[in-house]
């Protein structure tokens, strides 16, 4: 069973277009994330969804939008895209203990053209 | 703000050599450590883990000690293997912070040799 799990895996795209990756985890757990990976592998957070309610927008440009239906669910939709946008895209969840750790899914490499 | 400062990489060793990948931390008052590792074309994964000062997390052959004194928790491994390649980040968890978000360093890439 995959504890967290995000589709695509791959998304090639074109500027200008909106697109939609999803994310689902089968933990359990009360808080979720987005995080973006830059091309030189740095970690950014983006987002922090807890009980389905945003705690965190780390100024992200409003048109990546979030969305969280239910406490498993956490869907990253992404408006008008732009060349930077490029990257790879991780979905994670979490106990909300500060002494536990997050569980990723295995990424969404987006690629705008 | 809180932050975390890992040595730059690549680290490139032979087989069996000792790893030492150094990892220093900014943060109010006392945090949770963990050191994750990517390995090609995957997610993070957790590798190991220290809740509070002087505690020791392991894991295959990897150990790391949460040092309070020095603000560290450099990542060691007594013989590495070439499936060790991989990228590793050292993250800390804000104790107090209602966002449980996860802040991370720059990540090391470790190249292993045969």
């Known amino acids: 069973d995959t504890a967290v799990s995000q589709t695509p895996k791959y998304l090639v795209t074109q500027m200008g277009n909106d697109k939609s990756i999803k994310c689902e985890q089968n933990?359990?757990?009360?808080?979720m994330y987005w995080y973006k990976q830059d091309s030189k592998k740095f970690l950014k957070i983006m987002f922090s969804y807890n009980n389905k309610e945003l705690i965190i927008n780390e100024t992200v440009p409003n048109r990546f939008s979030p969305k969280s239906p239910d406490k498993a669910h956490l869907n990253l939709h992404i408006n008008s895209l732009e060349l930077g946008d490029s990257a790879v895209y991780f979905c994670?969840?979490?106990?909300?203990?500060?002494?536990?750790?997050?569980?990723f899914g295995q990424g969404t490499r987006l690629t705008v053209v | 703000g809180d932050s975390v400062t890992q040595m730059e990489g690549p680290v490139t060793l032979s087989e069996e050599a000792f790893l030492t990948i150094n990892c220093t931390y900014t943060?109010?008052?006392?945090?949770?450590l963990f050191w994750y590792v990517q390995y090609p074309g995957e997610g993070l994964q957790l590798l190991l883990k220290?809740?509070?000062?002087?505690d020791k997390g392991s894991n295959k052959g990897f150990e790391a000690t949460y040092r309070k004194e020095t603000t560290s928790f450099h990542l060691e491994k007594g013989s590495v293997q070439v499936s060790d390649s991989a990228v590793y980040f050292c993250a800390l968890r804000p104790r107090m912070d209602s966002s449980y978000k996860l802040i991370f360093g720059s990540g090391t890439r470790l190249l292993v040799r045969p």
């Open positions: 220290a809740t509070k000062a002087d």
């Open positions: 994670a969840s979490s106990r909300d203990r500060p002494n536990t750790e997050a569980f």
């Open positions: 943060a109010t008052g006392y945090p949770s």
């Open positions: 933990l359990g757990h009360d808080t």
